[in-house]
């Protein structure tokens, strides 16, 4: 899991700068209204909205905009077009990546994440080709400075299935995703979160070096600037001195 914990960790940084852009917001407005339009507007019978909620108010959106989105997405007129994508391919090194989109035009999409690999020396490849080397779980993610042994026997408690600690002091906690919501709810009232969200983790990583590192982020940074991406999952397990050499 090492290797998912350094990309999500860039990828919380990288999420910083796109709240500047509006990149965020419009992703997390897009998963708020499908959500929404496929379960409901009722958050106790739709898991998957609540966690888009969560994540919506952890990133500190308007609450009116994150209604709205919820409206239009329960009214059936908004979200009715798009269609949800999720493509597998290979990157540099032979590492498995999975892109999970959002799109109202799929010609475009796989156009866009065709030439994301193309140009990154990866190939996009089949359905199946690399979904089984990865399992779906909840991440949450505790900032650094917090009592490790606490949030340890609190996680347990909650029903976690595993804890790490990470380099620079925060931790992960791994859900099962059935009980996501309830470790999240538990955790969040004692302790302050980085961020959570409901992945896609890799069973093994392949470790990289420096070069190799450098372009299998630029490729997955490549995948996260597309407009209809809504996440990247990769297996890389990135060469430490990578962040030495990131712009």
């Known amino acids: 899991m090492a290797g998912h914990s350094k990309w ?14 509006g990149k965020l917001f419009s992703r997390l407005i897009r998963e708020l209204t499908v959500s929404a339009k496929l379960g409901g507007p009722n ?4 898991p998957r909205l609540r966690t888009a909620l969560d994540k919506a108010l952890g990133s500190n959106m308007p609450k009116d905009t994150i209604e709205r989105a919820i409206q239009r997405g329960a009214g059936g007129s908004e979200g009715e077009n798009l269609e949800e994508i999720t493509f597998e391919g290979y990157g540099p090194g032979g590492v498995a990546i999975m892109v999970e989109s959002m799109t109202d035009n799929n010609n475009r999409t ?46 347990i ?19 099962d995703p059935d009980d996501y919501q309830n470790v999240l709810k538990e955790i969040s009232s004692s302790f302050d979160l980085e961020d959570s969200e409901i992945a896609l983790i890799p069973e093994n990583s392949i470790s990289l070096d420096l070069e190799t590192s450098l372009k299998v982020y630029k490729l997955l940074e490549m995948l996260e600037d597309l407009d209809d991406t809504q996440n990247v999952h990769s297996n890389a397990d990135f060469d430490p001195e990578m962040v030495n050499h990131l712009d």
């Open 8 to 21: 999500a960790n860039i990828k919380h940084r990288k999420g910083r700068q796109d709240a500047k852009r």
């Open 43 to 46: 958050l106790d019978d739709n």
């Open 110 to 155: 796989v156009a866009e994440v065709r030439h994301a690999f193309t140009k990154s020396g990866g190939n996009l490849g089949t359905d199946g080709s690399v979904s089984y080397l990865f399992t779906k779980k909840g991440m949450i993610r505790l900032e650094s400075g917090l009592d490790q042994e606490e949030v340890m026997d609190a996680s």
């Open 157 to 175: 408690e909650a029903g976690a299935e595993d804890i790490e600690v990470n380099e620079d002091g925060s931790m992960t906690v791994t859900t």
